[in-house]
Nanobody, 114 residues
């Protein structure tokens, strides 16, 4: 049974930092591309960052230079580090991966106050 469990969200002031995590079970984590999405109120879910099994990364233009995604294959966990947060980063953040179909975590709320 595939499970993705996010943690680390919270309330932070603009300019602050948060480190999220996503613990994965039920799939061969080390070969999976892990995606992070976010969904702000009234907006569509958007891809924020991705990391391949080999460690290659990709970022949305809106977070490039501020967010860094990493993974620990020994712990089956992926970590987005979010720095220089802005109020427009406020959203529910989801980790996701594909194994036959796309799986999603339950999401973690990030709120950035101005």
């Amino acid at each position: 049974q595939v499970q993705l469990v996010e943690s680390g969200g919270g309330l932070v002031q603009a300019g602050g930092s948060l480190r999220l995590s996503c613990a994965v079970s039920g799939m061969i984590f080390s070969i999976k591309t892990m995606d992070w999405y976010r969904q702000a109120p009234g907006k569509q879910r958007e891809l924020v960052a991705a990391i391949t099994g080999g460690g290659s990364t990709n970022y949305a233009d809106s977070v490039k230079g501020r967010f860094t995604i990493s993974r620990d294959n020994a712990k089956n966990t992926v970590y987005p580090q979010m720095n220089s947060l802005k109020p427009e980063d406020t959203a529910v953040y989801y980790c996701s991966a594909v194994q036959g179909k796309r799986f999603w975590g339950q999401g973690t709320q990030v709120t950035v106050s101005s």
